[in-house]
């Protein structure tokens, strides 16, 4: 019971009493800003890849194309993020920001893994849906945007959900480009108090926090969307 008192005054102290709250709260907003920039550029990536590789299977000329798209995702996956976000810090984007670089590097691997995720969604829509769109006099890419794309939203967002919550988790090492994230930021509190239980602690809570909340809003996402297909088929 001691214990606890002791750990709640420590608390009190460090994130009240000397206001270390407000670093807490901009790690945490880098944090966000660095985690939704890189999945817009992962979705779009991603999606661009899957498109291509969709067509190249019909098409010989996109072939060398999908070869390209290929190479990307095996050589991106086959990196560690972290080296991957220093090659981007040192050496790609030498004079950006921390935040810009942490944006970039993290979509590019992003990427590479969205492109089979939304190229599973797109190949989960019935091939004749193709062959209806072709029918009615539009063109392969006015029939993947009009649709194709739409009908794989539903397949495709769940996994979404799945790779933001993976991006929040892997945003961690941000602070290896002096991006003061969640992470870096209560590092360095940890090291002007020495307070590491307190400070580690709040730091996993955190994290779990969030994780407990996207995981409770992806489910809702997948439930309505299974009461949406339910509905269109009665």
Same mark, same amino acid.
């Given at each position: 019971? =001691?214990?606890?008192?002791? +750990?709640?005054?420590?608390? #009190?102290?460090?994130? /009240?009493?000397?206001?270390?709250? =407000?670093?807490? @709260? ?24 899957? *498109? ?6 019909? &098409? ?15 050589? *991106? ?6 080296? $991957? ?5 040192? /050496?790609? %984007? ?8 942490? /944006? ?24 004749? =849906?193709?062959?209806?769109?072709? &029918? $009615?006099?539009?063109?392969?890419? =006015? ?36 991006? #003061? ?12 108090? +020495?307070?590491?239980?307190?400070? %580690?602690?709040? %730091? ?9 909340? %996207?995981?409770?809003? $992806?489910? @809702?996402?997948?439930?309505?969307? &299974? ?8």
């Amino acid at each position: 019971m =001691q214990a606890i008192i002791d +750990f709640f005054q420590k608390f #009190v102290d460090i994130f /009240i009493t000397r206001g270390m709250y =407000q670093m807490v @709260l901009d790690g945490l907003k880098n944090t966000a800003i660095i985690t939704l920039g890189a999945l817009a550029i992962g979705v779009v990536i991603g999606t661009l890849i899957a *498109v291509i590789k969709y067509f190249a299977e019909d &098409s010989k000329a996109l072939r060398p194309l999908a070869l390209l798209c290929d190479i990307y995702t095996t050589v *991106v996956r086959g990196i560690p993020m972290v080296v $991957l976000l220093m090659i981007f810090y040192f /050496i790609i %984007l030498v004079h950006a920001e921390g935040i810009v670089v942490g /944006i970039v590097a993290f979509g590019i691997n992003s990427g590479a893994y969205m492109a089979e995720l939304i190229r599973s969604g797109i190949n989960a829509v019935n091939v004749g =849906q193709m062959e209806a769109g072709r &029918s $009615l006099g539009l063109s392969k890419m =006015q029939t993947m945007r009009k649709i194709i794309l739409p009908q794989a939203v539903r397949y495709i967002l769940p996994a979404i959900g799945n790779e933001l919550i993976a991006l929040v988790k892997e945003t961690s090492v941000a602070g290896y480009v002096a991006v #003061v994230d969640v992470t870096r930021a209560l590092f360095l509190i940890r090291n002007n108090t +020495f307070q590491s239980v307190v400070t %580690l602690t709040l %730091l996993a809570a955190i994290y779990l926090v969030i994780v407990i909340i %996207l995981t409770r809003l $992806l489910k @809702l996402l997948e439930r309505r969307l &299974s009461t949406n297909d339910k509905r269109r088929k009665s």
